[in-house]
């Protein structure tokens, strides 16, 4: 349910994987939306036991069937922000043997493995498994800004309100696709906004 | 001979202008009448007297101008120059590194005395004469990539190496052919070349890796890549194309020979001493059609590539929409005599134009 095939893509754009039971003593598992279809998926009574998940609904309502699953700790956060110092503080605590799991859109999930990779952790042992909207986390290349939750192209930057249209190329270190002016060769020439992936 | 320095913009009313001299050491980088990508690797042990391979990191009539272009476009966006924290040891081994080679080579303008840690540096053309304590930062107003590199034409990637691959962690990336350093900082090798066509379904990336892995110290390779500029623009950023993006409109049939610009870029490649980093100068060379044509092999070579460059690679570079006014202009220059193999002008051995 709400699995998107992504199209085949270059080198720098990421690829997404399937949640899977790993061995550790601790696993944190950061759910966001329709990812929560993905922790229930893998949920088993042991691996429960040892898990702390953290789930941000945006809009979804997972909460109850997360909770019935008994994980060792649960928390609901209004947004991945207001999620981020828990995030945080419990990767600072991470031992040799946690096992973390990301599951949601591409923006939650980079960002996520950002927090990861700082404490330490290298980005290809931490899980992933996009679920639910497809929209992504856009960098304008030209003031810079981050456009949360794009999902048409070309799109308007958030910031400096430039036509964008949006690439492949992907940054781990920003999270975030590139966004580049799509009239920049013939001004106000802007094509009719569509699905980025219609 | 000594190098008279250009007073010159690459911006605004772009007074750029290459000598005949300077057109004649251009690095014509079509070796036959067709391109294709390759790797076309080759060591960088000098090159014939007066040639841009000649020395390890040539300076020429550009210099200073070049280096003004460099401090404007910094003052505006500092993130133009990034390193990150691992790197800045490379950086040091950078500024030895440029730091010795200029000195050597062009003795008459740069001047490196060292007692133990203790460094004077003079570049004569900037006007600088500083001591300082080498690899102590605080004696130096930047950090030393950034030192060293706003006193060095060309834009410098640095390399860390590991895990068998190499990383794209500091760069100095002011003249670049349109990516940015801010977005790739940190990229490897794959990634921050995922936008090339073609290249990686030929296995072109694969086997340059395998190459620049095993470079060793004191043994610096080379190699040539192009693209196509309109005016003499040095910093056709991506962070600035929102700016300059509508030049390419510009071109007339009148002004073409004039504001078209083949754009060549020296790549070499450098193993650092300390850091094990590799160090990637790609210096930017820039010669208008005009002054191409000049010599006629190039004249009559450069229409052949340009004319038959698959559409993927000319809409990468960024020249498909004008790619028929390049050839209806280029084509006065191509009179289908045949043309003698390698990159070299051969004035005195082609012919004339017969057209």
């Given at each position: 349910?709400?699995?998107?095939?992504?199209?085949?893509?270059?080198?720098?754009?990421?690829?997404?994987?399937?949640?899977?039971?790993?061995?550790?003593e601790h696993h944190l598992m950061i759910a966001?939306?329709?990812?929560?279809?993905?922790v229930?998926?893998?949920?088993?009574?042991?691996l429960m036991a040892k898990t702390h998940i953290i789930y941000?609904?945006?809009?979804?309502?997972?909460a109850?069937?997360l909770r019935?699953l008994t994980p060792a700790q649960f928390y609901e956060g209004?947004?991945?922000?207001?999620a981020?110092?828990r995030i945080?503080r419990v990767l600072?605590d991470?031992?040799?043997?946690l096992?973390?799991y990301?599951?949601?859109?591409?923006?939650?999930?980079?960002?996520?493995?950002?927090?990861?990779?700082?404490?330490?952790?290298?980005?290809?042992?931490?899980?992933?498994?996009?679920?639910?909207?497809?929209?992504?986390?856009?960098?304008?290349?030209?003031?810079?800004?981050?456009?949360?939750?794009?999902?048409?192209?070309?799109?308007?930057?958030?910031?400096?309100?430039?036509?964008?249209?949006?690439?492949?190329?992907?940054?781990?270190?920003?999270?975030?696709?590139?966004?580049?002016?799509?009239?920049?060769?013939?001004?106000?020439?802007?094509?009719?906004?569509?699905?980025?992936?219609? | 001979?000594?190098?008279?320095?250009?007073?010159?913009?690459?911006?605004?009313?772009?007074?750029?202008?290459?000598?005949?001299?300077?057109?004649?050491?251009?690095?014509?980088?079509?070796?036959?009448?067709?391109?294709?990508?390759?790797?076309?690797?080759?060591?960088?042990?000098?090159?014939?007297?007066?040639?841009?391979?000649?020395?390890?990191?040539?300076?020429?009539?550009?210099?200073?101008?070049?280096?003004?272009?460099?401090?404007?476009?910094?003052?505006?966006?500092?993130?133009?120059?990034?390193?990150?924290?691992?790197?800045?040891?490379?950086?040091?081994?950078?500024?030895?590194?440029?730091?010795?080679?200029?000195?050597?080579?062009?003795?008459?303008?740069?001047?490196?005395?060292?007692?133990?840690?203790?460094?004077?540096?003079?570049?004569?053309?900037?006007?600088?004469?500083?001591?300082?304590?080498?690899?102590?930062?605080?004696?130096?107003?930047?950090?030393?990539?950034?030192?060293?590199?706003?006193?060095?034409?060309?834009?410098?990637?640095?390399?860390?190496?590991?895990?068998?691959?190499?990383?794209?962690?500091?760069?100095?990336?002011?003249?670049?052919?349109?990516?940015?350093?801010?977005?790739?900082?940190?990229?490897?090798?794959?990634?921050?070349?995922?936008?090339?066509?073609?290249?990686?379904?030929?296995?072109?990336?694969?086997?340059?890796?395998?190459?620049?892995?095993?470079?060793?110290?004191?043994?610096?390779?080379?190699?040539?890549?192009?693209?196509?500029?309109?005016?003499?623009?040095?910093?056709?950023?991506?962070?600035?194309?929102?700016?300059?993006?509508?030049?390419?409109?510009?071109?007339?049939?009148?002004?073409?020979?004039?504001?078209?610009?083949?754009?060549?870029?020296?790549?070499?490649?450098?193993?650092?001493?300390?850091?094990?980093?590799?160090?990637?100068?790609?210096?930017?060379?820039?010669?208008?059609?005009?002054?191409?044509?000049?010599?006629?092999?190039?004249?009559?070579?450069?229409?052949?590539?340009?004319?038959?460059?698959?559409?993927?690679?000319?809409?990468?570079?960024?020249?498909?929409?004008?790619?028929?006014?390049?050839?209806?202009?280029?084509?006065?220059?191509?009179?289908?005599?045949?043309?003698?193999?390698?990159?070299?002008?051969?004035?005195?051995?082609?012919?004339?134009?017969?057209?």
């Amino acid at each position: 349910m709400s699995k998107f095939e992504f199209p085949k893509s270059i080198a720098s754009r990421p690829v997404w994987g399937t949640l899977e039971f790993r061995s550790g003593e601790h696993h944190l598992m950061i759910a966001e939306a329709e990812g929560a279809e993905a922790v229930l998926d893998i949920a088993t009574p042991d691996l429960m036991a040892k898990t702390h998940i953290i789930y941000i609904p945006r809009g979804t309502d997972y909460a109850d069937k997360l909770r019935a699953l008994t994980p060792a700790q649960f928390y609901e956060g209004p947004s991945y922000g207001a999620a981020l110092p828990r995030i945080r503080r419990v990767l600072e605590d991470a031992h040799m043997g946690l096992q973390v799991y990301l599951t949601g859109t591409e923006g939650m999930m980079g960002q996520a493995m950002n927090e990861a990779m700082a404490v330490g952790l290298p980005h290809t042992a931490i899980q992933t498994e996009h679920r639910g909207s497809t929209a992504r986390r856009m960098q304008c290349v030209h003031c810079k800004g981050i456009t949360e939750d794009v999902e048409v192209d070309p799109f308007v930057c958030s910031h400096c309100g430039l036509n964008l249209f949006v690439r492949d190329h992907y940054s781990r270190r920003h999270a975030a696709y590139q966004g580049v002016r799509v009239d920049a060769e013939d001004h106000g020439n802007v094509p009719e906004p569509k699905g980025i992936y219609e | 001979m000594t190098i008279q320095f250009n007073d010159e913009s690459f911006r605004d009313d772009y007074t750029f202008r290459n000598s005949e001299w300077a057109i004649k050491r251009f690095p014509f980088p079509f070796h036959e009448d067709s391109y294709m990508y390759s790797v076309n690797m080759e060591q960088h042990r000098g090159g014939p007297e007066g040639s841009v391979y000649e020395k390890r990191f040539d300076v020429d009539e550009h210099y200073v101008s070049e280096m003004k272009d460099r401090a404007i476009v910094l003052d505006q966006d500092p993130l133009r120059c990034q390193s990150l924290p691992h790197m800045t040891l490379a950086g040091w081994d950078l500024l030895e590194l440029i730091m010795v080679s200029k000195s050597e080579d062009y003795p008459d303008l740069f001047e490196l005395h060292r007692n133990g840690n203790q460094w004077r540096w003079i570049n004569k053309p900037l006007g600088i004469d500083h001591s300082f304590t080498f690899m102590d930062e605080t004696t130096l107003p930047y950090g030393p990539m950034e030192y060293i590199t706003r006193q060095a034409q060309g834009d410098y990637a640095v390399l860390d190496q590991r895990d068998d691959m190499l990383w794209m962690d500091a760069g100095m990336v002011t003249t670049q052919a349109d990516w940015s350093l801010d977005f790739d900082i940190g990229m490897n090798f794959f990634e921050w070349h995922a936008p090339v066509p073609l290249a990686h379904e030929m296995g072109v990336f694969q086997r340059a890796l395998k190459f620049l892995l095993n470079i060793q110290q004191g043994a610096p390779a080379r190699r040539l890549n192009w693209t196509m500029t309109v005016n003499p623009l040095l910093d056709t950023s991506p962070e600035n194309y929102s700016k300059w993006g509508i030049q390419k409109t510009t071109l007339t049939p009148e002004n073409i020979g004039r504001k078209q610009h083949l754009r060549v870029e020296l790549q070499t490649f450098f193993r650092l001493p300390r850091s094990n980093a590799l160090v990637f100068p790609i210096r930017c060379y820039l010669c208008a059609f005009e002054d191409l044509m000049t010599v006629p092999k190039w004249g009559r070579r450069l229409h052949r590539v340009v004319r038959d460059l698959p559409v993927e690679l000319a809409t990468y570079k960024g020249f498909i929409n004008n790619r028929p006014l390049m050839l209806e202009y280029l084509s006065q220059f191509d009179d289908g005599l045949p043309t003698s193999p390698g990159v070299w002008p051969d004035l005195e051995t082609e012919p004339p134009l017969t057209k």
